[in-house]
């Protein structure tokens, strides 16, 4: 399988494993709306008000929450009238479309035969979302779809960050670079390409360090390490992946909206949310940032790193 093939190919994730990570979501969620829909014969501006504050209170945030309920104005405006029951249909196919709306190809790479090789990912987030496990998640998948894989070790400013990625590699058997603590970034990020050209690897994936702290130092860190992959490879990083814990909610919201300063990400992935009642902020971070959500951890086993498809995971909310 190449990176076209992988990238790709039908969503054919366990839909048993998506479901049972979403329950707690689903019980704050999808179950309140269904609570409050007991007794009501129709949708009224009362119902609107009470489903405004269950999106918000599922961490969708303020303003996609508007903009949904705003959609759902306006068909009911269209259709005159619509009751309780056709409600969850009109919901979910209104958020599809929201979410729909940010796979456009200035923010999504559109994979082709001629699909860059090393495909290169910069990783961003801070610590503690589960960056490093999501790179051996991530190394995992594509070792498994027979892709060979390259990881670069460029969070240098924290032993355990480096030693985290090597236990990684040696656990997915897949190489890695890596250099002595404190040496710079960029000149990791710089080996770690060339060896994944030398060694013709599929992926190379490059950690960072997350020091959200000091925007100014680490918007000019991220800056250098691109400068430096490109010299490299002309086009690279092809993907900044950047990874936030589905289980802080707004705090989540914040993080993406500080790192979107720091650097041009294009891709999410948003983790943890097996266990957390807001996996709403899927589809707030996802409108608010016009980045689309690429994979979603839903469990701790390493193969519970799933591709994202927005209608897999809206119909698992809805069901």
Same mark, same amino acid.
């Given at each position: 399988?190449?990176?076209?093939?992988?990238? &790709? /190919? @039908?969503?054919?994730?366990?839909?048993?494993?998506?479901?049972?990570?979403?329950?707690?979501?689903?019980? !704050?969620?999808?179950?309140?709306?269904?609570?409050?829909?007991?007794?009501? $014969? /129709?949708?009224?501006?009362?119902?609107?008000?009470? #489903?405004?504050?269950?999106?918000?209170? $599922?961490?969708?945030?303020?303003?996609?929450?508007?903009?949904?309920?705003?959609?759902?104005?306006?068909?009911?405006?269209?259709?005159?009238?619509?009751?309780?029951?056709?409600?969850?249909?009109?919901?979910?196919?209104? %958020?599809?479309?929201?979410? @729909?709306?940010?796979? &456009?190809?200035?923010?999504?790479?559109?994979?082709?035969?001629? @699909?860059?090789?090393?495909?290169?990912?910069?990783?961003?987030?801070? +610590?503690?979302?589960?960056?490093?496990?999501?790179? !051996?998640?991530?190394?995992?998948?594509?070792?498994?779809?027979?892709? /060979?894989?390259?990881?670069?070790?460029?969070?240098?400013?924290?032993? =355990?960050?480096?030693? *985290?990625?090597?236990?990684?590699?040696?656990?997915?058997?897949?190489?890695?670079?890596?250099?002595?603590?404190?040496?710079?970034?960029?000149?990791?990020?710089?080996?770690?390409?060339?060896?994944?050209?030398?060694? &013709?690897?599929?992926?190379?994936?490059?950690?960072?360090?997350?020091?959200?702290? +000091?925007?100014?130092?680490?918007?000019?860190?991220?800056?250098?390490?691109?400068?430096?992959?490109?010299?490299?490879?002309?086009?690279?990083?092809?993907?900044?992946? #950047?990874?936030?814990?589905? $289980?802080?909610? *707004?705090?989540?919201?914040?993080? =993406?909206?500080?790192?979107?300063?720091?650097?041009?990400?294009? =891709?999410? @992935?948003?983790?943890?949310?097996?266990?957390?009642?807001?996996?709403?902020?899927?589809?707030?971070?996802?409108?608010?940032?016009?980045?689309?959500?690429?994979?979603?951890?839903? !469990?701790?086993?390493?193969?519970?790193?799933?591709?994202?498809?927005?209608?897999?995971? %809206?119909?698992?909310?809805?069901?």
């Amino acid at each position: 399988m190449g990176l076209f093939d992988f990238f &790709n /190919k @039908a969503n054919k994730e366990s839909k048993e494993t998506l479901d049972k990570g979403l329950e707690k979501t689903k019980e !704050g969620f999808f179950s309140k709306i269904t609570r409050s829909l007991v007794g009501k $014969s /129709k949708v009224d501006d009362e119902y609107l008000d009470e #489903l405004e504050e269950i999106l918000i209170s $599922s961490d969708v945030g303020v303003e996609t929450t508007l903009k949904i309920i705003a959609r759902l104005e306006k068909r009911i405006e269209q259709d005159k009238y619509i009751n309780a029951d056709e409600l969850h249909q009109i919901l979910k196919s209104e %958020i599809k479309e929201l979410l @729909a709306e940010n796979d &456009n190809a200035h923010v999504n790479f559109k994979f082709t035969e001629e @699909a860059p090789k090393p495909y290169v990912i910069m990783v961003v987030g801070v +610590n503690g979302v589960g960056k490093t496990t999501t790179i !051996g998640k991530l190394s995992n998948r594509f070792k498994n779809s027979g892709l /060979k894989v390259m990881l670069g070790a460029a969070d240098t400013f924290r032993a =355990a960050a480096v030693d *985290q990625l090597k236990i990684w590699a040696s656990r997915v058997d897949v190489d890695i670079t890596y250099k002595d603590m404190g040496s710079d970034p960029a000149a990791v990020a710089f080996s770690a390409l060339q060896e994944a050209v030398a060694k &013709n690897a599929d992926v190379c994936i490059i950690d960072t360090a997350g020091r959200l702290h +000091n925007k100014i130092n680490l918007m000019n860190e991220l800056s250098k390490i691109k400068r430096v992959m490109d010299k490299v490879i002309p086009g690279a990083p092809h993907e900044i992946l #950047l990874v936030l814990d589905g $289980s802080t909610g *707004q705090n989540a919201f914040e993080q =993406a909206r500080q790192f979107s300063e720091a650097t041009e990400i294009n =891709a999410l @992935a948003i983790t943890k949310l097996d266990g957390t009642a807001k996996g709403g902020v899927v589809i707030g971070i996802s409108d608010q940032l016009k980045v689309p959500v690429k994979y979603i951890g839903v !469990g701790e086993g390493v193969n519970d790193l799933q591709l994202f498809d927005k209608d897999t995971f %809206i119909d698992s909310l809805f069901n």
